[in-house]
Every structure is written in C-alpha cells, then in structure tokens.
C-alpha cells in the first residue's frame, strides 16, 4: 500500500508517471535521503536476487559521495 500512496502522492505533486513511481528501490542516504534509485528495466530476470546489493551500493555511495566524501544530494540513479 505504501508504493501505491507514495505513487499517486508523486503524480499529483509533481507529475511523476505512476507505473514509474512505483518501481522507486529506495532513497537515499539513510533511506530517507533527496536521491532515488529507480527500476526502469523491463522484464530482466533475476533482477530481485541482486536488488539488496544495489541498494546497499547506492546507499553507500549516496552517503560518502564520488570525490569528496561528502552526501550526494538530488540525484535519480536508474538502473536499466
């Protein structure tokens, strides 16, 4: 239930597609961060047995940054 609310909550305020929305992983950093990691793949198998390590990757990165170890902050990572 919360994908869905969180979907229709995105497509009224700010005109995110709802299937898009839906397929938000996580945010980030501590999970309640201004960065996404969205699923826009379609019909990849096996893609759920490696989805904790993609998250825990982007929770990481999103954290300690790319060059100077500072929060990354407004980014959307897609994974395709």
């Known amino acids: 239930q919360e994908f869905k609310a969180r979907a229709r909550y995105l497509n009224e305020k700010y005109d995110y597609d709802v299937n898009e929305a839906r397929k938000i992983?996580?945010?980030g950093p501590e999970g309640t961060g201004p960065n996404l990691l969205m699923d826009c793949t379609k019909?990849?198998?096996y893609l759920n047995e490696i989805k904790d390590s993609c998250v825990a990757g982007f929770?990481?990165?999103t954290k300690e940054g790319v060059l100077a170890?500072?929060?990354v902050r407004g980014v959307r990572f897609d994974i395709h």
Do not use: L, P
Request: aromatic letters at 24%; a negative charge; one cysteine or more.
């Open 25 to 27: 992983w996580c945010f």
């Open 43 to 45: 019909g990849v198998q």
């Open 59 to 61: 929770q990481w990165a």
């Open 69 to 71: 170890e500072e929060n």
